[in-house]
């Protein structure tokens, strides 16, 4: 397994303001994702974060909205800009290795206010 | 988003008991499916894969695939109280996860 750890684990903010969540893998991994997962609900792949380039957003994610970088194969951020109550969620790192399993982070829960 | 439907329950077994989770998809060319765990404020756990059509044992855990009706489905014998919380069915597209809704267990001691 990837031991995965993701920081801040928990945070209030106030609407308009932007949030970075880092994301740091213990050993290389070949892909990392970013997911959000809503009060009750599961989860919803936001990106894939490629190392050196643009992220992949899935339908209804936008590189303005959420950018994301990977600049090495270990770690990745993600941003939540302009935030509004509707962004308030758990934000879930993940990366998986050759062997196709899917490892998490244990999740940054967002409030925003 | 692929499409992966599970039953959100609430599905609640007795102590000892089996408990059957199922999960259908919409992707024929879907190649890899997990089950996950996830409890109550805490992030997934993986539980199991499979690859292949048929049975795939571990320990009190059963999966099971057949992709012609594009249908997987997990097994818990023995059920214990430790194995309540939210099981999520995975399917895997190209190198995309995509997840269903979950299915949410509770076992009766």
């Known amino acids: 397994s990837a031991v995965i750890s993701q920081k801040p684990s928990r945070d209030i903010c106030q609407r308009g303001t932007s949030l970075t969540i880092q994301c740091q893998v213990d050993?290389?991994?070949?892909?990392m994702f970013w997911y959000r997962q809503q009060p009750g609900q599961s989860l919803t792949l936001i990106a894939t974060?490629?190392?050196?380039?643009?992220?992949?957003?899935e339908s209804g994610f936008v590189i303005d909205k959420f950018p994301i970088s990977r600049p090495n194969l270990t770690f990745s951020t993600l941003t939540v800009s302009n935030m509004s109550p509707e962004d308030s969620s758990i934000y879930l790192c993940?990366?998986?290795?050759?062997?196709?399993?899917?490892?998490f982070g244990e999740g940054s829960r967002l409030t925003v206010l | 988003q692929k499409e992966v439907e599970q039953n959100s329950g609430p599905l609640s077994v007795p102590e000892g008991a089996i408990a059957s989770l199922n999960c259908t998809y919409s992707?024929?060319?879907?190649?890899?499916f997990f089950w996950y765990r996830q409890y109550s404020g805490k992030s997934p756990e993986l539980i199991m894969s499979?690859?292949?059509?048929g049975d795939k044992e571990d320990g009190r855990f059963t999966a099971q695939l057949n992709k012609a009706s594009q249908y997987v489905s997990l097994l818990i014998r023995d059920s214990q109280p430790s194995d309540s919380a939210t099981y999520l069915c995975?399917?895997?597209?190209?190198?995309?996860?995509?997840f269903g809704t979950g299915t949410s267990l509770t076992v009766i001691p």
């Open positions: 993940s990366a998986n290795k050759n062997t196709g399993e899917l490892f």
């Open positions: 050993s290389q991994v070949t892909m």
């Open positions: 974060a490629n190392q050196g380039s643009e992220a992949t957003y």
């Open positions: 992707d024929r060319v879907s190649q890899s």
């Open positions: 499979i690859y292949s059509n």
């Open positions: 995975a399917v895997v597209t190209g190198n995309q996860f995509y």
